[in-house]
């Protein structure tokens, strides 16, 4: 959207009191750290990388700026920007190899995610200051706090940032940092990036069920005709969807018996249904295999050395892959699951691969073993993608090819987006098979009762335009918009992962919005005391609602790079007025829309569609 209602705060507009300059800007990442500053100097502007403390500032008479107001117009849509993540993914090449290969896959692409996460992190962050500075030319820049979406860059990190940049204005810098205390809550939970290792009772237990699980259904497969087999790495809905219709598939579906539900009933279902579970092996690296990963940090020091950075984001992003990458027991941890389904490759007669997000690194660890041995590589995305941002394990990147062979697309909008991007794997239109889960499914009649649910915005990796601040703007926006047609009901349904519920409280509470949070749960079950949904036109509920038999109306709050082209045909608000027009007409499930989104055949279920296409490619 790119007006916000007057009544909506809006990070991107530019108050009226905004002056030319200021003789001081200070950086805070928390409410707390505003104690002590006084609201009427108004020769000091606070900087704030939080958005209620960037409100109640402001609220209170100081000047203050959220720092993404600078970062408005980060990107233009122009299709030389469609490489910007993918160029953070060329760092583990030395001289045009890769220095971090392991089993023949690379483990420097198993941290693409991170990688070019915090490489956003770092260009939104050091555009933002310098602009800033370069905007108001402050004598002095005083720090109480630094802190920036998913601390994908601490707080020393972003430092060094500041630091370059102010000396390179010849500035005075004043450190007044003021720590985090317990108790203060922030808009992410902290993102820990290293997982625990498995207990090593946990994982002899774990490996005994599934041998003993995987011999059972070896068993039950001798009893069966032969037909290709398809591993299957996809999220629990998806595998629903599939195994649901599985029972005289053209294929033998193939699963991972430790991500399946462990009750006999269970298993039973999946013998009836023609599936196939198998374990993983347990295995450990050895010395020889932990000198081999040293190595390849030394390799790349070395590089490194000979080529220093040429700017400040090179620097800061090489000193975020020793940390994420070389800093902890990661990268061995992701070795070692190297071995573990390479063996299982071995061990095991798999013809086809298909996974749900390529990106993902287990799917693009199991895509990169799956072509060591020739087996076709098939994806079904596993949400909406709706940017044209390239990722190498789709387009390749000019030294290692693209990771997938085939795009089991759910409908038109895919195979634009796959042209768009440059992938070079061929694409196949299935469906989406979800839609059918969730018809067989649908909900009662409507209550009727006035009642309005709204999901969050989800600012994804790929929306590289968007701005994290909006979501909250963008919350009190749809809240209010319910209120308005009539809706007396309402709930809040944030979305599942990292963002902390009780950040929407406190923005809830300061702003007078009243209603139900949620977070924990199953999406259905609101869904389904819902009248209306209101939520993100990149959310995969639009089509889980739709499909459940429920109204819903998708917003986009701008700057984003989603694009129009990958939903057209659909009705999309995008400011104040669109949505309360949208809600005063919208009283029934789009039909039409759920149609676009998943290409739904009245003779074909997308279910047994994919298990036809997947047996073409065995062929």
């Given at each position: 959207m790119s007006h916000l209602s007057a009544t909506v705060p809006d990070l991107t507009a530019t108050p009226d009191w905004l002056c030319d300059h200021y003789q001081r800007i200070v950086f805070i990442a928390h409410g707390h750290q505003l104690?002590?500053?006084?609201?009427?100097?108004?020769?000091?502007?606070v900087l704030s990388l939080d958005w209620l403390a960037w409100r109640r500032w402001v609220?209170?008479?100081?000047?203050?700026?959220?720092?993404?107001?600078?970062?408005?117009?980060?990107?233009?849509?122009a299709p030389e920007e469609r490489g910007y993540l993918m160029s953070?993914?060329?760092?583990?090449?030395?001289?045009?190899?890769?220095?971090?290969?392991?089993?023949?896959?690379?483990?420097?692409?198993?941290?693409?995610?991170q990688v070019s996460s915090a490489f956003h992190a770092i260009n939104r962050f050091w555009i933002a200051v310098n602009r800033a500075l370069d905007r108001f030319s402050p004598l002095r820049v005083a720090v109480r706090g630094l802190r920036v979406e998913y601390e994908f860059l601490d707080q020393d990190g972003l430092l060094a940032l500041l630091r370059r940049a102010v000396h390179d204005r010849n500035l005075t810098l004043e450190l007044d940092l003021i720590p985090p205390q317990p108790g203060w809550v922030f808009?992410?939970?902290?993102?820990?990036?290293?997982?625990?290792?498995?207990?090593?009772l946990r994982s002899v237990l774990r490996s005994a069920f599934e041998w003993s699980v995987e011999k059972l259904f070896n068993v039950a497969s001798w009893f069966r005709r032969r037909r290709p087999r398809v591993l299957i790495f996809h999220n629990p809905l998806m595998v629903q969807a599939l195994i649901g219709e599985a029972e005289g598939a053209p294929v033998e579906p193939v699963l991972l018996a430790g991500t399946q539900p462990k009750r006999p009933t269970d298993l039973l279902a999946l013998l009836r249904a023609g599936v196939h579970l198998i374990g993983r092996p347990v295995i450990r690296l050895n010395n020889r295999d932990r000198q081999t990963l040293a190595s390849m940090q030394k390799l790349l020091e070395d590089a490194w050395q000979h080529r220093p950075a040429t700017d400040p984001i090179e620097e800061s992003l090489r000193a975020i892959i020793r940390t994420v990458v070389f800093g902890g027991q990661e990268l061995a941890m992701r070795a070692t699951e190297v071995r573990i389904y390479g063996r299982m490759f071995r061990r095991q007669r798999i013809d086809c691969l298909m996974v749900g997000d390529s990106e993902n690194h287990?799917?693009?660890?199991?895509l990169e073993l799956a072509r060591q041995r020739g087996v076709p590589c098939d994806e079904l995305l596993n949400g909406m993608f709706l940017s044209y941002q390239q990722m190498d394990a789709r387009c390749g990147d000019g030294f290692h090819p693209a990771a997938i062979d085939r795009l089991l697309s759910w409908n038109r909008g895919n195979e634009i987006w796959l042209k768009e991007t440059g992938a070079t794997a061929s694409a196949c239109r299935t469906g989406y098979p979800v839609v059918d889960l969730m018809r067989a499914r649908k909900a009662g009649p409507a209550p009727r009762n006035g009642n309005a649910l709204i999901l969050p915005p989800?600012?994804?990796?790929?929306?590289?335009?968007?701005l994290y601040g909006n979501v909250y703007s963008a919350v009190l926006l749809a809240i209010g918009a319910a209120r308005r047609a009539g809706f007396t009901n309402i709930r809040v349904k944030v979305h599942p992962g990292f963002n902390d519920i009780r950040y929407y409280q406190e923005v809830l509470a300061y702003c007078g919005a009243s209603c139900e949070l949620y977070k924990d749960g199953a999406l259905a079950e609101h869904i389904h005391w819902s009248d209306v949904v209101i939520g993100p036109v990149n959310s995969g509920a639009f089509v889980e609602t739709l499909a459940t038999g429920r109204p819903y109306v998708p917003f986009l709050i701008r700057p984003s790079a989603l694009e129009p082209a990958l939903y057209v045909g659909i009705t999309v608000a995008e400011n104040v007025e669109e949505l309360d027009a949208l809600l005063q007409t919208t009283t029934r499930a789009d039909e039409a829309a759920l149609d676009i989104l998943s290409d739904r055949q009245p003779t074909l279920s997308a279910a047994r569609r994919v298990w036809n296409a997947i047996a073409e490619a065995c062929n």
């Open positions: 104690d002590g500053l006084d609201p009427t100097d108004h020769t000091t502007l609220d209170r008479g100081g000047h203050g700026l959220h720092f993404e107001y600078f970062l408005t117009t980060l990107f233009s849509g953070a993914c060329r760092w583990m090449y030395v001289d045009g190899a890769d220095a971090t290969m392991f089993d023949g896959v690379s483990l420097g692409k198993l941290f693409n995610w808009p992410e939970l902290h993102y820990d990036r290293e997982l625990p290792p498995e207990p090593r287990t799917c693009r660890m199991l989800h600012v994804d990796r790929s929306d590289v335009a968007a």
